[in-house]
């Protein structure tokens, strides 16, 4: 659908952009600047070489739009736009802009290992969204350089509650997810959250929970 000669997923961003009335190269620049990388507004704005505050009303028409999703770290407040993230909202975007434009010129060359590792990252970021959909108040978390892919508040069985720090793989094999289980420990001992939670349970999510997650999410 996107990398054949005729692949008609080519022209989507522009079809996306018209359907919302956001046609046009700054909301293009825009989505183009996060699926490349760049995440924090100041940043976005840098790599189109304007003033950040000129974006403010199009960041608001893309979320608005679904296109875009704002990311604030869990216990972190909704009115700090300095630890505010953007990434792509729509799949199939995040699919043309972290993938398909930056690599369509050469896919051809690609053998069929470098293709499945692009499809894999493209995966495991669409994943990790969904598991955070699945667990009501679940959110990302940073701080420095600390980084978990999702935290979230959990009942206890015998009552009381405690605070959940996963992290989420598309794939995984059963000797690296106790390596991934320790290292996540290590990590969270070095995160601010630590210092406000010592009731805490970790764990490593892949695809092989699918069916689990599912259950949940009806």
Same mark, same amino acid.
């Given at each position: 659908?996107?990398?054949?000669?005729?692949?008609?997923?080519?022209?989507?961003?522009?079809?996306? #952009?018209?359907?919302?009335?956001? $046609?046009? *190269?700054? /909301?293009?620049? =825009?989505?183009?600047? +996060?699926?490349?990388? @760049?995440?924090?507004?100041?940043?976005?704005?840098?790599?189109?070489?304007?003033?950040?505050?000129? #974006?403010?009303?199009?960041?608001? $028409?893309? *979320?608005? /739009?679904?296109? =875009?999703?704002?990311? +604030?770290?869990?216990? @972190?407040?909704?009115?700090?736009?300095?630890?505010?993230?953007?990434?792509?909202?729509?799949?199939? #975007?995040?699919?043309?802009?972290?993938?398909?434009?930056?690599?369509?010129?050469?896919?051809?060359?690609?053998?069929?290992? @470098?293709?499945?590792?692009?499809?894999?990252?493209?995966?495991?970021?669409?994943?990790?969204?969904?598991?955070?959909?699945?667990?009501?108040?679940?959110?990302?978390?940073?701080?420095?350089?600390?980084?978990?892919?999702?935290?979230?508040?959990?009942?206890?069985?015998?009552?009381?509650?405690?605070?959940?720090?996963?992290?989420?793989?598309?794939?995984?094999?059963?000797?690296?997810?106790?390596?991934?289980?320790?290292?996540?420990?290590?990590r969270f001992e070095r995160s601010s959250l630590a210092k406000?939670?010592?009731?805490?349970?970790?764990?490593?999510?892949?695809?092989?929970?699918?069916?689990?997650?599912?259950?949940?999410?009806?």
């Amino acid at each position: 659908m996107f990398f054949s000669p005729m692949g008609w997923m080519e022209d989507e961003p522009r079809r996306v #952009l018209a359907d919302e009335r956001l $046609a046009g *190269l700054p /909301a293009t620049s =825009v989505l183009e600047a +996060i699926g490349r990388g @760049a995440h924090r507004p100041r940043e976005i704005a840098g790599r189109l070489g304007v003033a950040q505050t000129t #974006l403010s009303k199009l960041f608001q $028409a893309l *979320l608005d /739009a679904s296109l =875009v999703i704002r990311d +604030i770290p869990f216990e @972190a407040s909704e009115r700090d736009p300095k630890r505010t993230l953007y990434r792509l909202g729509d799949p199939a #975007l995040r699919f043309w802009f972290s993938v398909y434009s930056h690599h369509r010129t050469r896919w051809a060359t690609y053998d069929h290992a @470098a293709k499945a590792e692009l499809l894999a990252s493209h995966c495991g970021a669409v994943f990790e969204d969904w598991v955070r959909g699945v667990h009501p108040g679940a959110r990302r978390y940073w701080d420095g350089t600390v980084e978990f892919d999702m935290v979230r508040d959990e009942q206890r069985r015998g009552g009381g509650r405690r605070l959940v720090v996963s992290e989420i793989k598309w794939r995984t094999a059963p000797a690296e997810s106790q390596r991934l289980l320790a290292q996540l420990t290590a990590r969270f001992e070095r995160s601010s959250l630590a210092k406000r939670h010592r009731d805490v349970r970790f764990e490593i999510i892949d695809a092989s929970e699918l069916p689990r997650l599912a259950q949940l999410q009806r």
